[in-house]
């Protein structure tokens, strides 16, 4: 078992960056594939970004592709998501997660973080 910590979240103006953090607890976090996810007010929640556990392979949505980083550090037993260019459509409370094999469907995540806020807006 594993508990997430999001962290990182904020106010942010539009083209800004900013860096969440996602802490795990454990001896296992080198055992589990990575996600994150977010869901705006009145909308589901969607898949953002996943890696797997070296970090070498990864893959996004195509609303942030090119614009979100994901990474993980697994001797800090942490998951990064590095957002850059940020859009006020990207405005949403972010989610990181534990999966046992790198997916975008948030069914085949077992664990999750509480979530934080992000606020894209001028």
């Known amino acids: 078992q594993v508990q997430l910590v999001e962290s990182g979240g904020g106010l942010v103006q539009p083209g800004g960056s900013l860096r969440l953090s996602c802490a795990a607890s454990?001896?296992?976090?080198?055992?589990?594939?990575m996600g994150w996810f977010r869901q705006a007010p009145g909308k589901e929640r969607e898949f953002v970004a996943a890696?797997?556990?070296?970090?070498?392979?990864?893959m996004y949505s195509d609303s942030v592709k090119g614009r979100f980083t994901i990474s993980r550090d697994n001797a800090k037993n942490t998951v990064y998501l590095e957002m850059n260019s940020l859009k006020p459509e990207d405005t949403a409370v972010y989610y990181c997660?534990?999966?046992?094999?790198?997916?975008?469907?948030?069914?085949?995540?077992?664990?999750w973080g509480q979530g934080t806020q992000v606020t894209v807006s001028s």
């Open positions: 890696i797997n556990l070296s970090g070498g392979a990864r």
């Open positions: 997660a534990a999966s046992n094999g790198l997916e975008d469907k948030a069914r085949l995540y077992d664990y």
């Open positions: 454990g001896r296992t976090f080198s055992s589990y594939y």
